[in-house]
């Protein structure tokens, strides 16, 4: 059974910092693209950070604050969050894609707000 469980969501002020992490199972996931998405209410989802193959790939808006690492020992993927911003607020998922397979995590919320 496949499985993608988001944590280390949740409350900071901006300027704070933030690790999610995404523990993955049931998959060969060092064969996997592994990417970061959020989704703030009323907008659209979109891809915050990508690692594949050791590079790694991030939106403009988030780039210089936000670091995607992944360790394939343990089956996880990461994302450090620094200099958070209100902005930043969304529900961040994960995402394990190879080839036409894909597969998401149930999201993290992650509020930044004084």
């Known amino acids: 059974q496949v499985q993608l469980v988001e944590s280390g969501g949740g409350l900071v002020q901006p300027g704070g910092s933030l690790k999610l992490s995404c523990a993955a199972s049931?998959?060969?996931?060092?064969?996997?693209?592994m990417t970061w998405y959020r989704q703030a209410p009323g907008e659209e989802r979109e891809l915050v950070a990508r690692v594949i193959s050791g590079m790694t790939n991030y939106a403009d808006s988030v780039k210089g604050r936000f670091t995607i690492s992944r360790d394939n020992a343990k089956n996880t993927v990461y994302l450090q969050m620094d200099s958070l911003k209100p902005e930043d607020t969304a529900v961040y998922y994960c995402?394990?894609?190879?080839?036409?397979?894909?597969?998401w995590g149930q999201g993290t919320q992650v509020t930044v707000s004084s």
């Open positions: 995402n394990a894609r190879r080839y036409t397979i894909t597969y």
């Open positions: 049931g998959f060969t996931f060092s064969t996997y693209a």
